[in-house]
């Protein structure tokens, strides 16, 4: 069965750095647009970035661009997400999520199938 | 502020049905395909519905969608307790280039 499993969330001061990995398992990773979403204590959900299968296109939401690196190694069937300059605002669950992704006739389909139970990130001095 | 608009929070008995709205603009509910997902408390949100109105394996059809032009609801007939959670929407913005979701509405059965 399909699996997502996050890692590598903590505490951390504002300005530094974190680096999130999210493994699957269950199908062939190599196939599959990858995403990070986040959800910060008691809001909804918010997308961060995606990263196309082969890692060449990606995209990131704006609240994040220049700080975050999304990236991924196929060989090892793992997503990543590189933190810099973290703020407080920065502060909540990171879920990675995989999503199919296509366009047809003029509209985008754009879902998220599996997500990963999620990995706690707390920027605080 | 989300850029889709749900409202915050419904409530129905168990057996009744309820609706939740999503709204949003041509750049992203009125050109593209919308999405529905389940979330309990400390768990990962789960896909209810995709490309407007197909429902995954293993969805229940008490769970159904539809669309207008800008708009989307999804709807929850025969209520159980266990039908209490977080249900977002969620599209990709043409104009904004990233996927948008709603900011949520809390379900709770009576």
């Known amino acids: 069965q399909v699996q997502l499993v996050e890692s590598g969330g903590g505490l951390v001061k504002p300005g530094e750095s974190l680096r999130l990995a999210c493994e699957g398992s269950?199908?062939?990773?190599?196939?599959?647009?990858m995403n990070w979403i986040r959800q910060a204590p008691g809001k909804g959900l918010e997308w961060v970035a995606y990263?196309?299968?082969?890692?060449?296109?990606?995209f990131y939401a704006d609240s994040v661009k220049g700080r975050f690196t999304i990236s991924r190694d196929n060989a090892k069937n793992s997503l990543y997400l590189q933190m810099s300059s973290l703020r407080a605002e920065d502060t909540a669950v990171y879920f990675c999520?995989?999503?199919?992704?296509?366009?047809?006739?003029?509209?985008?389909?754009?879902?998220?199938?599996?997500w990963g139970q999620g990995t706690p990130v707390t920027v605080s001095s | 502020q989300s850029v889709l608009t749900q409202p915050s929070s419904v409530s129905a008995a168990p057996g009744q049905k309820v609706t939740i709205s999503c709204s949003g603009s041509?750049?992203?509910?009125?050109?593209?395909?919308v999405s529905w997902y389940q979330q309990f408390p400390g768990t990962a949100p789960k896909l209810l519905i995709y490309?407007?109105?197909e429902r995954p394996s293993g969805i229940p059809d008490r769970f159904s969608a539809s669309k207008t032009y800008t708009s989307t609801t999804l709807g929850i007939t025969g209520l159980q307790t266990g039908d209490e959670a977080d249900y977002y929407c969620?599209?990709?913005?043409?104009?904004?280039?990233?996927?948008?979701f709603g900011g949520g509405t809390k379900l709770t059965v009576l």
């Open positions: 999520a995989r999503d199919k992704f296509y366009y047809d006739s003029g509209s985008f389909h754009y879902f998220f199938d599996y």
């Open positions: 269950g199908f062939t990773f190599s196939d599959y647009y």
């Open positions: 990263i196309t299968a082969s890692g060449r296109t990606i």
């Open positions: 041509r750049s992203n509910i009125g050109t593209n395909y």
């Open positions: 490309d407007n109105t």
């Open positions: 969620g599209s990709w913005d043409s104009s904004l280039r990233a996927v948008v």
